[in-house]
T-cell receptor, first 110, second 112 residues
Framework: DAKTTQPPSMDCAEGRAANLPCNHSTISGNEYVYWYRQIHSQGPQYIIH???NNETNEMASLIITEDRKSSTLILPHATLRDTAVYYC???????????FGKGTRLSVIA | NAGVTQTPKFRVLKTGQSMTLLCAQDMNHEYMYWYRQDPGMGLRLIHYSVGEGTTAKGEVPDGYNVSRLKKQNFLLGLESAAPSQTSVYFC???????????FGDGTRLSIL
């Protein structure tokens, strides 16, 4: 599976949009981009995933570049509860499990 | 809807003791996974299963055994616990090839 690169940390003001970048320049055609977050020591929480089209759900939006080499997770109106470590993971189809990197620690500031 | 349930939530063991962690899912998922997370680090895959009766090794399988006798349950065993196995253990499950994994709340295990 393709590896991902994320900034180690980011800050965001409460109420503003949080834009979390992820580079996955070696992604192949059948690999999806998944985003998870982990709040404190809770279990990772699924946020969103996509293949090549932009995706939106009640939590966030996922923007994937046309060449699929990078993506951005957007939390439209960040709250203090969104403070967490965010993981961007690329995974192919079939039996391959998710492989977690170090993620981005997002701090939402009042 | 319980989702993924891990039992127990907390446990303290002495070195050399054995124990089994239980993961149960009520979503009829085919795939199940065991991860461990050490302080300040990401999750590392221990073992996984792609269906009832199957198991496979992950990144850090040494010192652990697993069984998937029933589709809804995935057991993680420590035969002789060591202090290096002090960690938080997370179970996850999913259905389908491109579907997301759903995680339990974790089991916090300390080995003295």
């Amino acid at each position: 599976d393709a590896k991902t690169t994320q900034p180690p940390s980011m800050d965001c003001a409460e109420g503003r949009a949080a834009n979390l970048p992820c580079n996955h320049s070696t992604i192949s055609g059948n690999e999806y981009v998944y985003w998870y977050r982990q709040i404190h020591s809770q279990g990772p929480q699924y946020i969103i995933h996509g293949l090549k089209n932009n995706e939106t759900n009640e939590m966030a939006s996922l923007i994937i570049t046309e060449d699929r080499k990078s993506s951005t997770l957007i939390l439209p109106h960040a709250t203090l509860r969104d403070t967490a470590v965010y993981y961007c993971i690329v995974r192919g189809s079939g039996n391959t499990p998710l492989v977690f990197g170090k993620g981005t620690r997002l701090s939402v500031i009042a | 809807n319980a989702g993924v349930t891990q039992t127990p939530k907390f446990r303290v063991l002495k070195t050399g003791q054995s124990m089994t962690l239980l993961c149960a899912q009520d979503m009829n998922h085919e795939y199940m996974y065991w991860y461990r997370q050490d302080p300040g680090m990401g999750l590392r895959l221990i073992h996984y299963s792609v269906g009832e009766g199957t198991t496979a090794k992950g990144e850090v399988p040494d010192g652990y055994n697993v069984s998937r006798l029933k589709k809804q349950n995935f057991l993680l065993g420590l035969e002789s616990a060591a202090p290096s196995q002090t960690s938080v253990y997370f179970c996850a499950s999913r259905t389908g090839s491109n579907q997301p994994q759903h995680f339990g709340d974790g089991t916090r295990l300390s080995i003295l």
